[in-house]
């Protein structure tokens, strides 16, 4: 239970660390060091949610007499229309922008750019927790090695994000340590969804092919729709397709490796 805890906390840890960039850097991030970092999180989001959730999810209902198709494709359009109603419900502010969405509010604009990442964070939370409760419900084709290899991955792209948070945050007119706490915390979602997930464990492994591919819907939903578009604006977008690439290999090897 201990090695789950860990894993469960890994992410956390990535964006913390990034956070904390916000105490080493003295002005805002380079536009095409941002866009290389949103570029990678996407590769590694978009490679995680193939080789760690799709593909597992596909193996399980097959193993479970199912059409192996079925599951994945309902879990992975669920997750999309999940991410599209949080999406269209919650105040948040994107990176750059000066037009929010979800619902009017008279939150500060502060307080939406984190909400913004903590709704990135939502679905990377529950994979993490989804993959690790299927190492708790002992099935054979999600391993502790595969679910760290998970874990480490998203943890590597929390990191820019976390700084990419903080930074802008601190040019907002916020302290450093207030943009740290902020940037942390909109992480926080992480660990909180990965445990409910794994309490859920035994009513939810009947139907873990659906939540395997639910999460991977959610989280290519945050790809799509905010990422790449993000690392594709304006000049350079060449640099975030760069950034993609490397994100979804190196993902792609710590899930084959450690997998």
């Known amino acids: 239970m201990e090695n789950i805890l860990i894993g469960l906390l890994i992410p956390f840890l990535g964006t913390t660390l990034g956070s904390a960039m916000v105490f080493l850097m003295r002005d ?15 590769g590694v989001m978009i490679a995680a949610s193939i080789w760690s959730l799709i593909t597992p999810a596909i193996d399980m209902a097959e193993e479970q007499g199912k059409i192996p198709w079925i599951p994945a494709s309902i879990g992975f359009l669920l997750g999309i229309v999940f991410l599209l109603i949080l999406d269209s419900l919650i105040p948040h502010l994107h990176l750059d922008s000066k037009k929010p969405e979800g619902i009017k509010s008279k939150l500060k604009n502060t307080t939406m750019m984190v909400l913004a990442v903590t709704l990135h964070n939502i679905p990377e939370g529950m994979a993490v927790g989804v993959v690790f409760a299927g190492v708790l419900a002992q099935n054979a084709t999600i391993t502790l090695a595969g679910a760290f ?28 340590t207030k943009a740290f706490i902020y940037g942390t915390l909109s ?73």
Do not use: R
């Not at 805002?28 to 996407?42: C, D, E, P, R, Y």
């Not at 943890?155 to 007119?173: D, H, R, T, V, Y």
């Not at 729709?225 to 975030?240: A, F, M, T």
């Open 187 to 259: 992480g926080i979602v992480e660990p909180i969804g990965a445990i409910i997930t794994i309490l859920l464990t035994s009513v939810i492994t009947p139907i873990l092919p659906y939540i395997l591919s639910f999460a991977a819907g959610a989280m290519i939903y945050v790809v799509v729709e905010e990422l790449i578009p993000e690392s594709q604006s304006g000049e350079h977008s060449n640099i975030g397709t760069i950034g993609v690439a490397i994100g979804f290999v190196i993902m792609m090897i710590l899930d084959i490796a450690l997998g």
């Open 28 to 42: 805002k991030i380079n536009l095409k060091v941002q866009k290389l970092l949103l570029g990678f999180a996407s």
């Open 149 to 176: 290899a998970l874990s480490i991955g998203i943890a590597i792209q929390n990191f820019p994000e976390g700084a990419i948070i903080s930074m802008p945050l601190k040019n907002e007119g916020m302290s450093k």
